[in-house]
């Protein structure tokens, strides 16, 4: 519009653009004799409008020269001159070659678009567009309703498929372990393609209709390009990836390899094929782990930058909230990892020992990385955090007992009337009529303490390979044959809380010692 009409605060475009049928034309950005751009399109499509009023068609738009620029006619009626100062950078505004270039490509365009109006006036195309577009929808049909029944075999094809190798291979660990994830895999994978077909076949179908009526051709014609761009990017973009994949997967397989060498070396170390002088059999399998790790981090780090979209933005932005995260998230996991680490390489607890840690007492089973497994002998397994085990003391009952058993100790309180000689003998006695008590070194017993009532005395033995492989069955059997040397001596044992003498002593008569069960009249009638 003149600058004169443009309303008060508002900002004249710099540029405008002439139309026709959902179709750009030209982009004028010149003033030219006292037209803005605006008005100059206003002006072209009232030309416009007036020759195909009149009858005109794309035969008879001509172009011809006006001075520097090109003037556009149809049926004899000017529409508008395309001038140089109307071409941008990319367009080579200069006279002569540049500008007759544009020209050319601005008078095809405005020939289809006046071809395409009269066409969407015409009944016959309508029909014609209307026939093609049902003729589409019912092979789109066709299409979506025979990748529906392919998918629906294929799927049936693959469990049958799986079935079959999993009655082949009953009873591979292996097998019952990743089939079920295995079947789960391929049919979420066969689901996926199937989408995606059918999203191709929708696209494909509705820029094939779009393209029948003249008013949506344009539409669908970017469509078509945008598909074609999107492919065309995929393509070039999955080309320009396959060297830096490559490379990235030779870093990969060095990297498996030198892991691979490192834990053959480390079992190796484990099992005492192999001696080194800075490594032994406790510290083989920490340290197999730390260079796996750090092998597997370096290689992360040098195959980062050939991995496909590594310098783009949206990577970047992932990898720094991830980093983010992890640093946030990760500091009770470093923590419990340098605990599991200062364990191992501290050779504080060995898998097999007996040990209490707290209030926890029983066999390690595993030191792992973030937790030490301990079966307690009572049908329990308890998981201790490496950080408590750092935080208190442990008392290890295996490390200092020959053949890697374990310390068998319990201790009584007995008044000072009986003689203490008298004592220890009980307490020898009792751990010489149990069996998996070691003779090698013997038992030997100690009086810890002298209290205000009683002195305390301890057992001190050492099992063998003869004892129960929990240490609770072998102490109740220990204990068990305490109580009995004491009550066949008329010893009785007033521990942890004695007061004074009572009337009579509190031992177990001999003929009562192994005297069965017997349930009361009332008991057996329910």
């Known amino acids: 519009m003149p600058a004169a009409l443009v309303p008060p605060g508002q900002v004249e475009a710099r540029v405008a653009t002439l139309k026709l049928n959902q179709r750009e034309i030209v982009t004028l950005r010149a ?48 529409l508008f001159l395309l001038a140089p100062d109307d071409l941008d950078d990319a367009q080579s505004a200069h006279a002569g070659l540049g500008l007759d270039v544009v020209a050319r490509d601005v008078e095809r365009r405005l020939a289809n678009a006046v071809r395409e109006q009269q066409e969407a006036t015409e009944p016959r195309q309508l029909a014609l567009g209307a026939a093609w577009s049902l003729g589409a929808s019912l092979v789109a049909w066709l299409v979506v309703r025979a990748l529906v029944t392919l998918r629906r075999r294929g799927m049936a094809r693959v469990a049958a498929m799986f079935e079959h190798w999993q009655q082949r291979h009953t009873g591979k660990a292996m097998v019952s372990t990743y089939a079920a994830h295995v079947r ?52 070039h973009s999955a080309v320009g990836a396959v060297p830096g994949l490559l490379t990235a997967m030779l870093i990969f397989l060095l990297a498996r390899l030198a892991t691979r060498a490192n834990t053959l070396f480390m079992d190796r170390v484990e099992r ?21 790790a750090l092998v597997w981090l370096f290689a992360l780090a040098m195959a980062y930058p050939y991995l496909p979209g590594a310098g783009s933005e949206a990577f970047k932005g992932v990898s720094v909230l991830a980093g983010v995260m992890l640093s946030l998230g990760a500091s009770g996991v470093v923590g419990q990892a340098m605990s599991g680490l200062s364990l191992m390489y501290s050779r504080a607890l060995r898998p097999g020992e007996y040990v209490r840690i707290g209030e926890t007492e029983g066999t390690v089973q595993s030191l792992g990385m973030f937790a030490t497994r301990i079966h307690t002998g009572m049908g329990e397994e308890v998981s201790v955090p490496n950080t408590v ?13 020959q053949g890697g058993r374990f310390v068998l100790h319990t201790s009584v309180t007995i008044g000072y ?75 009785q044992i007033m521990s942890p809380h004695y007061r004074a003498d009572p009337a009579e002593p509190q031992v177990v008569p001999a003929g009562a010692q192994f005297a069965p069960f017997l349930p009361s009249a009332e008991q057996a009638r329910a």
């Not at 605006?38 to 020269?65: F, H, P």
């Open 31 to 78: 003033h030219l004799l006292g037209a803005s751009p605006a008005r100059r399109v206003e002006r072209a499509e009232a030309a416009l409008k007036l020759a195909l009023a009149n009858g005109g068609t794309a035969t008879q738009i001509r172009r011809s020269d006006a001075g520097l620029a090109r003037r556009f006619e149809l049926a004899g009626i000017t």
């Open 272 to 292: 005492g094929d192999v001696e080194v002088g800075w490594l032994d059999i406790d510290t083989a399998g920490p340290t197999r782990r730390l260079a796996n």
């Open 389 to 401: 085990i750092l935080g208190q003391p442990v008392r290890n009952f295996s490390r200092l007992v």
């Open 184 to 235: 789960s895999g391929v049919q979420h994978a066969t689901t996926a393609l199937y989408w995606g077909l059918v999203l191709l076949v929708a696209d494909l179908w509705f820029t094939f209709v779009l393209r029948q009526f003249a008013y949506t051709r344009p539409w669908g014609e970017r469509a078509t390009d945008w598909l074609l761009d999107v492919l065309s990017r995929f393509v």
């Open 417 to 491: 009337n009986t003689p203490w000689r008298q004592v220890h003998e009980l307490l020898l006695e009792g751990a010489r009529r149990t069996a998996g008590v070691s003779t090698v070194p013997p038992p030997y017993v100690v009086q810890t303490a002298l209290s205000d009532f009683y002195v305390e005395y301890r057992l001190c033995a050492q099992s063998d390979n003869s004892a129960p492989s929990r240490r609770a069955e072998a102490m109740s059997s220990l204990h068990g044959n305490i109580l009995d040397t004491f009550n066949e001596a008329g010893v």
